[in-house]
């Protein structure tokens, strides 16, 4: 199996942005976490993170051409604005789960709008780093 983990704008701040909400481990913690649980599943992943728009969707393009099997996003603050993020990933057909690292449905009102989660397959919501281990989970498991 074959896995795309993407993160979208400012997840490269992991460790320094509102570590209240977001925790104090990095960026590269939350890689090797991933890295790690993927290599025990003998699980393909490459991971890929940008602050702009137009670089995330060709990583979602790319991903049908190179023939991932699954991608695990979390795209940032696109989640609640990004109508072509979503048309990347309906056009790609991929199954998708949606994860972000704090519970929007908890959040400001303008974070509980997703557009991705038209499409994704599972969303993962508040369970910090462990929410990416679950998003594998599931498109590893279907669990």
Not at 12 to 20: T, V
Not at 21 to 29: E, H, L, S
Not at 32 to 48: A, N, P, Q, Y
Not at 86 to 93: H, Q, R, T
Request: aromatic share 10%; glycine share 10%; net charge negative.
């Amino acid at each position: 199996m074959k896995l795309l983990v993407l993160n979208g704008p400012n997840l490269n701040m992991l460790g320094i942005r509102e570590p209240g909400i977001y925790g104090k481990r990095t960026y590269a913690d939350l890689i090797e976490m991933i890295k790690d649980h993927c290599d025990s599943l003998g699980v393909s992943v490459t991971f890929r993170q940008s602050n702009h728009e137009g670089s995330l969707i060709d990583y979602i393009q790319q991903a049908y051409f190179e023939k991932y099997d699954g991608i695990v996003i979390n795209p940032g603050g696109y989640t609640h604005t990004s109508v072509a993020i979503l048309d990347a990933l309906k056009a790609v057909n991929i199954p998708t789960v949606e994860v972000h690292i704090s519970d929007i449905d908890e959040r400001e009102g303008f974070r509980q709008i997703s557009y991705v989660s038209q499409v994704a397959v599972k969303t993962v919501k508040g369970k910090g780093f462990d929410g990416y281990i679950e998003a594998v989970d599931h498109l590893v498991w279907g669990k």
